[in-house]
């Protein structure tokens, strides 16, 4: 992408949420990798920007994107503004010409490239975003209705003391597994750990594609600074690690809403203002399908020990209401939703 669309592309989005105070950009980190195509995985997808103008001004645009080993590309950090029905509907035409002519048969609205750059386009939510969830606003449901696929997901959100509680009341022996924690002066060796960890487990799930050597590695370097040993927790058992837990702060509670925050900016902001923060976020869990009852349960208690008393909430990333499964879990040990997502499927 030359400089000056990639300027117009970052600038469109600042102007479009600047002072929303459910807004943090700090997802604006993977449209960079994305868009300077810093990632391996980004230098492997075809990446177009979109866009529609009138009149000089921009009203609509969003990433058109393919990795090709999907089926399908994605329409991926879609903006617009409110009551743009006109300009939403010709970025997607675009899109879906631009499908047509690689013969690709699917258009999947909400997905950032890959499920591990993010899913999602709000259709409810009351609180600030927190980190490594997606934000728009949510007239954006409207341009898509006509997609004839909406696929649901949910992240869920209680008080600590109420998870605690029901996890206390889950009478499961789980003897036999042990919980580590990621040595971090292997950091790279460790996220390839829980890289193939993710494709074994969280693999299995809708629109995921399986990734490359470094994959995580590449995504998560530029937190290490902000994370320690025990935000990424293995499960053992037989001497071989068969599940992973990744939590950590909600970072987005120690930084202003309203505008969109580069990483110096986010790393003071995180400094002076972190032990304001009253949220942890469960990121990610995977476990093997031999182990998954007993395993989750192992992981999820040594991740409550480690939390300790420093925060009074937990909230998850997105589950897909598909997924009945961890959709039941979620619902049994946390319980509140906090907000409502979709992804938005056509054929071409």
Not at 14 to 39: E, Q
Not at 136 to 149: G, H, L, S
Not at 196 to 225: N, P, V
Not at 319 to 328: A, E, H, I, M, P
Request: charged residues 30%.
């Amino acid at each position: 992408m030359k400089d000056s669309e990639s300027k117009k592309f970052i600038s469109f989005r600042k102007k479009l949420y600047k002072g929303d105070d459910l807004y943090v950009g700090t997802a604006d980190f993977i449209l960079d990798m994305l868009i300077k195509k810093t990632t391996r995985f980004a230098r492997s997808c075809e990446i177009a920007p979109l866009s529609f103008e009138s009149g000089g001004n921009r009203e609509a645009q969003a990433l058109f994107v393919h990795n090709p080993a999907d089926d399908f590309a994605s329409l991926a950090f879609f903006d617009c503004v409110e009551n743009g029905n006109f300009a939403a509907q010709c970025v997607i035409k675009r899109a879906k010409e631009l499908c047509a002519a690689r013969g690709i048969k699917r258009l999947v609205a909400g997905l950032n490239a890959h499920l591990s750059y993010g899913v999602g386009i709000l259709t409810a939510a009351s609180l600030k975003n927190s980190f490594d969830t997606c934000y728009n606003k949510t007239y954006y449901a409207e341009f898509f209705k006509d997609f004839p696929v909406a696929n649901a997901l949910t992240a869920y959100r209680n008080g600590l003391r109420e998870v605690r509680g029901r996890l206390k009341d889950i009478e499961i022996d789980i003897r036999g597994y042990t919980v580590r924690h990621a040595d971090f002066k292997r950091f790279e060796d460790e996220c390839e750990t829980m890289r193939m960890l993710c494709d074994s487990t969280i693999g299995q799930t809708y629109l995921y594609a399986k990734t490359a050597e470094r994959h995580f590695y590449e995504l998560l370097k530029d937190m290490k600074i902000l994370l320690r040993g025990n935000n990424l927790l293995f499960l053992m058992y037989g001497g071989k690690e068969v599940g992973f837990l990744f939590w950590h702060p909600d970072y987005n509670g120690a930084v202003k809403a309203g505008k969109s925050v580069g990483a110096p900016s986010f790393a003071v902001q995180y400094l002076l203002r972190g032990k304001k923060i009253d949220t942890v976020k469960l990121n990610s869990i995977g476990v093997t399908d031999a182990h998954r009852g007993k395993g989750t349960l192992a992981l999820l208690r040594a991740m409550d020990a480690e939390i300790g008393d420093r925060y009074e909430f937990l909230e998850t990333n997105f589950v897909w209401d598909r997924n009945k499964k961890s959709s039941l879990l979620n619902r049994r040990l946390i319980g509140g939703e906090c907000r409502k997502f979709a992804v938005y499927e056509t054929g071409i």
